[in-house]
Every structure is written in structure tokens, then in C-alpha cells.
């Protein structure tokens, strides 16, 4: 069982309203593949030369960003020589970037926005390559999840000697929530595996949407536990035809996982307790969830 009738997302095909932040984000998202026609359309292209002079200057600009320096609080900051200082402070001032006021110098309006987007692309690259191992384990036609929501992700990736550490990092967060929803391509965790379904069967409030033919499996597996669950209220089982990866919902974080295609072992897991991702995940899960079909254990038994 999930949460209270009450408490679930819309089931009539629309995601639940999301904050000015989410739909700011979700926008850039939907754009960021007619970027370049756009910025064709418009003329003047920023030279990729001062593109690299203002990611160059990023440090500065970061600094800055929190608080009006004086020169010598600038060297002493970023560890930097005093011709060096020089050099940056007055290559922003040639771009407008900064203002001297009292003796510090002080983002511009135009100065503070171009140091955000700064941030913003450092931590974009670097989630990017950290969700790589992710990034590759989901097909192409499914990869409709963003990047912000997870710059600071816990990244558990399976090791040679490993195979199953993502999964145990699955399970773990499993074992500290009282629900648990989610859907997934394949089973949520091998079905030899017993302490994560005996955390379905007995102790975790759960739902989870899976492909019919892994619900069957499923069944097969655990056919008297798996409807005692279900019978109790305690485990709901949906099913859809296509779902794009694996998603988790637990109480403090939420989680995407990623499959090896020809096994099935979770070979990524990626979670994070961001309210953003939340907001995200359960935007994804309502919408994936009002295009499913509610299971009755009895139907397996036709």
C-alpha cells in the first residue's frame, strides 16, 4: 500500500503543478535541443574566445559572488599573486563585470548572472561525468530525467568485486523508510534476495509498477506471500507495458537505477535527499503511475 488515497498525485494524466524552480528547469530541458537555432535565430553569438576568458575567470567570479573583495582579499583567497589579481579584476572591469565601490570590487548586475551560470555549468559537467556510468546503463529513448537535482547524488556503481553494491545501497535505503514506491524495468532487486522482499511482504508500506511479465515472475517466485501482502493492504502491484528506468521513492531520498541490458543486475544507483529531485521523481511517478493498470492478486490466478 502507498500513501493515503488523499496523498497520491493526480491519476488523470497530468503531473502534479511543480515549483517555479522545477518548471524553470523542466523548461531548459524541453529547449536545450533548439538552443543553437534559437541562438542562430537571434544573431551575435557569443565568441567562444570569451566564453573560455569568462569560465577561465570562474574562480574569481565565484568569490566575488558572495561578497564584495578588495584586491588584497582576492589574492588571499584564491592563493594568487598580486599581478595576477590585477590581471583578473582588470579584465572584469573591461567586461563590465564588476564595480569598484569603497574599495572592493562588486559584481555588476551582468557580472552576478554570468557567475551563476558559471556554477551552474561546472556542476552540470561534473554531474554529468559522475551519472556517467548511469547516463550509458539507460537507453537513449528514456533518458527524460535532468541533471541538477543531482549534483551532490550518492553514486553507487557495482565493481568487479562488487556486483551487487548497488543494490545493497538499494536495499539499505528500503530498510530505513516505512513506504516505499516505485516502478522499475526489471525486478527492484533479485528475487534470491530475500531481505529486501521480506521488507515488501512485512514491514515497508509499498507500491511498485512493473512490466507484466516481471509481475508474473514475481508471482511465480512468491505466489502465497506476494497475495498475503497484497490481501493485507500492505504491497499494491501495477503494471505498464513500457516503463523508461528504474525509479524509487523512499521517505528522506529518492533514487534511479541502472541495469546490465542481457542480466538485469542493477549496475548503477544514483540517490539524493535534494527537495528539487524529489519534486522531480514524484512528478515522474504520477505521470508514469496514471498511465498504469492496478493488479488484483486474483488475476494470476485465472
Known amino acids: 500500500m502507498g500513501p493515503d488515497r488523499d496523498e497520491r498525485p493526480e491519476e488523470d494524466g497530468r503531473p502534479p503543478p511543480g ?13 536545450r535541443r533548439y538552443l543553437g537555432q534559437r541562438l542562430d535565430a537571434a544573431g551575435d553569438r557569443v565568441d567562444t574566445d570569451l566564453l573560455g576568458d569568462i569560465v577561465r575567470h570562474g574562480p574569481v567570479l565565484e568569490v566575488l559572488l558572495e561578497e564584495p573583495l578588495d584586491r588584497r582579499e582576492i589574492e588571499a583567497r584564491l592563493d594568487v599573486s598580486r599581478a595576477t589579481s590585477h590581471r583578473y579584476t582588470q579584465w572584469l572591469d573591461e567586461q563590465d563585470f564588476v564595480e569598484k565601490v569603497d574599495g572592493r570590487f562588486q559584481l555588476t548586475w551582468r557580472g552576478a548572472v554570468i557567475a551563476e551560470e558559471v556554477l551552474r555549468f561546472e556542476a552540470n559537467v561534473r554531474t554529468a561525468h559522475r551519472m556517467t556510468p548511469l547516463l550509458d546503463a539507460v537507453c537513449d ?13 550518492t553514486i553507487t556503481v557495482a565493481q568487479p568485486d562488487d556486483p551487487y553494491k548497488p543494490v545493497e545501497r538499494f536495499i539499505e535505503l528500503v530498510s530505513e523508510s516505512d513506504s516505499f514506491r516505485g516502478f522499475n524495468t526489471t525486478h527492484m532487486a533479485p528475487l534470491v534476495l530475500g531481505e529486501f522482499h521480506q521488507q515488501v511482504f512485512e514491514e515497508t508500506d509499498t507500491e511498485i509498477i512493473y512490466l507484466p511479465h516481471i509481475v508474473e515472475k514475481f508471482f511465480e517466485t512468491y505466489p502465497e506471500r506476494a497475495r498475503e501482502a ?60 496514471a498511465d498504469s493498470n492496478p493488479l488484483d492478486a486474483r488475476d494470476l490466478t485465472q
Open 230 to 289: 497484497i490481501d493485507r493492504g500492505h504491497l499494491t502491484l501495477r503494471t505498464r507495458d513500457e516503463l523508461p528506468y528504474g525509479l524509487a521513492l523512499f521517505d528522506e531520498r529518492v533514487g534511479i537505477g541502472g541495469y546490465e541490458e542481457t542480466t538485469g543486475l542493477m549496475q548503477v544507483f544514483v540517490d539524493t535527499d535534494a527537495p528539487i529531485a524529489r519534486e522531480w521523481a514524484e512528478r515522474v511517478y504520477a505521470s508514469v503511475r
Open 19 to 31: 515549483s517555479p524552480i522545477l518548471e524553470a528547469i523542466l523548461e531548459n530541458e524541453r529547449n
Open 141 to 153: 529513448d528514456h533518458r527524460d530525467f535532468i541533471l541538477e537535482p543531482f549534483v551532490d547524488a
